[in-house]
C-alpha cells in the first residue's frame, strides 16, 4: 500500500500525546514516528504538542527511538527545504 508524501523530504505531524490515549483522536509521537519511518521520509517534524508537557525533549526523544531524525516544531520555526 502506497502512503501520502511517500519518499518525501519532510513530514509535519501532529504529536500531541506521550503515549496513546484512548478516546482522543491526535496522534501520539510514537504513531508519528512509525510513519514517518514506513513512508520513508527524511525528517519528521512534531506539532500541536499538548500543553500537559512542559518540555518537548521527552517526546522528541520517544519518537527518537524509532525515527531518529524527529524534531519538534516550536512557535516561528523555519525550515529550509533544499531544492
Same mark, same amino acid.
Given at each position: 500500500m502506497r502512503q501520502h508524501g511517500e519518499n518525501s523530504d519532510l513530514l509535519i505531524h501532529d504529536g500531541t500525546f506521550l503515549e496513546e490515549e484512548e478516546g482522543?483522536?491526535? =496522534?501520539?509521537? #510514537?504513531? =508519528? =514516528? #512509525?510513519?514517518? #519511518? #514506513?513512508s520513508n521520509v527524511k525528517e519528521?517534524?512534531?506539532?500541536?504538542?499538548?500543553?500537559?508537557?512542559?518540555s518537548p525533549k521527552e517526546?522528541?526523544?520517544e519518537a527518537k527511538k524509532i525515527f531518529e531524525n524527529t524534531r519538534v516544531a516550536h512557535d516561528f520555526m523555519k525550515v529550509k527545504l533544499k531544492d
Amino acid at each position: 500500500m502506497r502512503q501520502h508524501g511517500e519518499n518525501s523530504d519532510l513530514l509535519i505531524h501532529d504529536g500531541t500525546f506521550l503515549e496513546e490515549e484512548e478516546g482522543k483522536s491526535h =496522534a501520539d509521537v #510514537k504513531e =508519528a =514516528a #512509525k510513519i514517518a #519511518k #514506513k513512508s520513508n521520509v527524511k525528517e519528521l517534524i512534531l506539532t500541536h504538542v499538548s500543553r500537559r508537557y512542559t518540555s518537548p525533549k521527552e517526546l522528541e526523544d520517544e519518537a527518537k527511538k524509532i525515527f531518529e531524525n524527529t524534531r519538534v516544531a516550536h512557535d516561528f520555526m523555519k525550515v529550509k527545504l533544499k531544492d
